[in-house]
Structures are given as C-alpha cells and as structure tokens.
C-alpha cells in the first residue's frame, strides 16, 4: 500500500509531534499529555545520553510511562530517540512519526542542549554543539514540518519553548534567541501554508533542577506568588494548537506568572 492511501486509513485525531520529551517531570512530557488530553495524537522525541550527562541523569522508564500517560488519554503514540545535533535526525524523525502515526499537524519544540557557561568558560565544542541543537535543529524541524504538511490551511502549528538565560549561560541563551527568530520567521514564510508560528517563554520552570532558595527568591519576584510549573506551559499550548489559538501568530509570548 502507498504512503498516500496509508493516510486516508489514519483516524481523525490530528497528530502533534513534541520534542524533548524524556522526563516525567519536564515541560516535553507535561506539553504531550496536555494534548492528547485535548484529543491530539502524540508523538516524542527523547536523547538520553544528553539526559545521563545531566544532574537528574535518565531513567528509561520515564518514556515508557509518558507513552502509557498518553495513550490513557485515548492517544495513539510514538517515540523517537533521536540525537538531533545531527542533521539527518530531523528528516529521520518526520520518517518515523508518519510511518507510525501519519503525517504532523503540530510540531511542539521543547527538545534543548543547556550547559552553564559564560564569555569566558565557554568553549567552541560547546558553543557550536547548543547551536546545533537549539537553532540548527529547529531550523530542520520546521522546514521539514513545512515541506510535509498537508493539512487544512488554518489548522498547522508550529511552537517552541525559549529563555532568556543569557549571563552565565551564554551559549544556551544565544542559541535560544537564534531559535526564537527562526520560528517567528516561520509565521510569515508558511502563512500562505496557514500555519501559525510561536514562541513561548514560560519563565523560571520548577522541572526538579530549581534549590530550595531559588525556588524561595522566584515566588517572592514573581507577581502570582508561586514557581512556575511544567502544566502552565502545557494549558498555554494547549490552547495555541486549538482552532480558537489560531488568531495567535508569530508572537513572543511570556507566560510566567508575572515575573518581574
């Protein structure tokens, strides 16, 4: 059977594709429960060796429980462990989804490379590698997402999580603000497409990696009183991939409870 009758034989759940989704406690997992609650099929991407080099370390177990989340949830689901520093990944990931689940309505971009650095520490290798993960990939990942949609104009998403870590993170922020503008670039060149394109910045994120002060100093800076949390980027996609989130478009969106 050809990929084109495939996809007539797909049900009529729309397919969103969300990146760095290992963690059971990340922004990823909390943004693909989020919409496969809302009716969506979801599929993940995942890179533990990244997870491994970090203070939380990885846990295997975490992708299989999101999966099984997702699928309570009435989801169809799929997922990709992809090294997405490398530029075949983006095409090869499209590859997988489709296979598995048809083609991508939503393409939620919460995958990223963060290690602490400032001018001074921060080395080539590292420089270059944030940049590949952060901007090149989504680069790849939006243009191989326009190139294969063919969805009902008007219905295409296209999201993406950002910061403004810049001091003393330096090569995280700087890739962070190239990926901003390459996503809002997309909102004007896929308009004919209907696509909408959109960056959120949910803020300071309590996702396990925040101390007991930090989290203290965030609630007493942040005008709702309290840290955020992973949901309240997940309820803000939410509604950016519903038909009534349609009118938002190519917009840097805060959503941090006010932190000032």
Known sequence: MAMSDAIDTWPCRPVALVTGASRAIGIGASIAAALAESGWDVATTF?????????????????????????????????????????E?????????????????????SHCHSVDSDI????????DLHFAVNARATWLLVREFGRRFRGERGTGRIISITSDHTAYNLPYGASKGAMDRIVLAAGWEFREKGITANVINPGTTDTGWMSDDLMAEVRRITLAGRVGMPRDCANLVRFLCSKEGGWVNAQLLYSNGGLV
């Open 120 to 127: 001074f520490t921060t080395d080539v290798e590292s420089f």
């Open 89 to 109: 990944s983006a095409a090869q990931v499209f590859d997988a989804v489709e296979r598995g689940l048809g083609p991508v309505t939503a393409l939620v971009m």
């Open 47 to 87: 890179w533990r060796p990244y997870d491994a080099s970090m203070p939380w370390g990885s846990e295997s177990s975490e992708v299989q429980t999101l999966r099984a989340t997702l699928e309570s949830h009435g989801a169809r689901t799929t997922s990709v462990e992809a090294d997405l520093s490398l530029v």
